[in-house]
């Protein structure tokens, strides 16, 4: 069992349409961060949130911190081929050791 | 440019060669990290480097061995692999060792097939 499990493993989506996907645990993190890998890249980082239900945007992604902070979900809003990719979360636990999930693979066709 | 390099992308070995991995940050980080990426697994923490000193080792196999000869330059040498060890190595910095909010600037990875 993983520790942090992201879902869906993978999603195929036409642009123009939106989407979730999620990250979730029984662990709660002191911070999560969100990535995006495209093919022959390493990951970069898109967002770190902080604080139980703090909500980020940048552009047309919005990322949200569960109440709890044990879960994050991240909306895309009108999707365009270049969010294709490889989404990971990674949170922080409280000795401030960072974990990562298997991520969410999406394709986003023209 | 996430300045973080590695060398080389693209690396087939033989289960009896010896190779190494190269990783140079140009960011002035402190923290130098080696991951290991399988296809539908989290990522996997290898081993973490503070001011060159080694301060974690994830019970890696020994056919993996480190070496930071500064806080600018990681190394992993690999010897006596097996296939199951064919995977994307990833490279990584940040500012600090253990900082919940800090970034870590990955470097485009090795992609290792052990024949």
């Known amino acids: 069992t993983q520790l942090l499990e992201q879902s869906p493993q993978f999603l195929s989506i036409q642009e123009g349409e939106n989407l979730t996907v999620y990250c979730n645990s029984s662990?709660?993190?002191?911070?999560l961060q969100w990535y995006r890998q495209e093919p022959g890249e390493g990951p970069v980082l898109l967002v770190t949130?902080?604080?139980?239900?703090e909500v980020k945007k940048l552009k047309r992604l919005t990322f949200q911190f569960g109440d709890a902070r044990k879960d994050s979900s991240l909306h895309i809003t009108a999707a365009q081929p270049g969010d294709t990719g490889l989404y990971l979360c990674?949170?922080?636990?409280?000795?401030?050791?960072?974990?990562f999930g298997a991520g969410t693979r999406l394709t986003v066709k023209p | 440019e996430t300045g973080v390099t590695q060398t080389p992308r693209h690396l087939v070995m033989g289960m009896t060669n010896k190779k190494s991995l190269k990783c140079e940050q140009h960011?002035?980080?402190?923290?130098m990290y080696w991951y290991k990426q399988s296809a539908k697994k989290p990522l996997e923490l290898m081993f973490v480097?503070?001011?060159?000193?080694?301060?974690e080792n994830n019970s890696v196999p020994s056919r993996f061995s480190p070496e930071c000869p500064n806080s600018s330059h990681l190394f992993l040498h690999l010897h006596t692999l097996q296939p199951e060890d064919s995977a994307l190595y990833l490279c990584?910095?940040?500012?600090?060792?253990?900082?919940?909010?800090?970034?870590?600037?990955f470097g485009p990875g090795t992609r290792l097939t052990v024949l």
């Open positions: 662990s709660v993190f002191s911070s």
């Open positions: 949130v902080v604080t139980g239900g």
């Open positions: 990674a949170g922080a636990l409280n000795n401030n050791d960072m974990r």
């Open positions: 990584a910095s940040s500012p600090r060792v253990r900082g919940n909010t800090d970034t870590q600037y």
């Open positions: 480097y503070n001011f060159k000193e080694q301060t």
């Open positions: 960011l002035g980080h402190n923290a």
